[in-house]
Nanobody, 123 residues
Framework: QVQLVESGGGLVQAGDSLRLSCAAS????????TGWFRQAPGKEREFVAA????????RYGDSVKGRITISRDSAKNTVYLQMNNLKPEDTAVYFC????????????????WGQGTQVTVSS
C-alpha cells in the first residue's frame, strides 16, 4: 500500500490557476490508480479526476471537465491536478486517493487517502 500527501492548495482569485500535487510513498511499485476528490462544507465528497498507473486513461467529473487536467510523473511517484479558470464553487478540501482495481469514480473503491489540501477561490 502507499501513503499519499497532497500539497499546493491555497487562496486564489476567481479565474486564477492552481496545481495540486499528490506524492506517494511506501509500496509505490504496486500498480495503483489515483483519484482526486473534493469536499466543500456541508456537501458530499465529489469526484474530480482519476488517472491509471500508466497515465494512459483518465476520468473527469462533469463539473470540472475542460478546466482541470490530471497527470502523473511516475519517476517522482506524483500525480498532479492542474486547475484553470477557478471559480468560487471550486472552494473545497481536495483529497487524493489510491485504488488497486479498475479505475473508478466511486470514492468507496479507493483504499488509501491523503489528509487533504484546502483550496479557496474568492470572487
Amino acid at each position: 500500500q502507499v501513503q499519499l500527501v497532497e500539497s499546493g492548495g491555497g487562496l486564489v482569485q476567481a479565474g486564477d490557476s492552481l496545481r495540486l500535487s499528490c506524492a506517494a510513498s511506501g509500496r509505490t511499485f504496486i500498480k495503483y490508480f489515483t483519484g482526486w476528490f473534493r469536499q466543500a462544507p456541508g456537501k458530499e465528497r465529489e469526484f474530480v479526476a482519476a488517472i491509471t498507473w500508466t497515465g494512459l486513461t483518465t476520468r473527469y467529473g462533469d463539473s470540472v471537465k475542460g478546466r482541470i487536467t490530471i497527470s502523473r510523473d511516475s519517476a517522482k511517484n506524483t500525480v498532479y491536478l492542474q486547475m484553470n479558470n477557478l471559480k468560487p464553487e471550486d472552494t473545497a478540501v481536495y483529497f487524493c486517493a489510491a485504488g488497486y482495481a479498475e479505475i473508478t469514480t466511486e470514492a468507496a473503491d479507493y483504499v488509501q487517502w491523503g489528509q487533504g489540501t484546502q483550496v479557496t477561490v474568492s470572487s
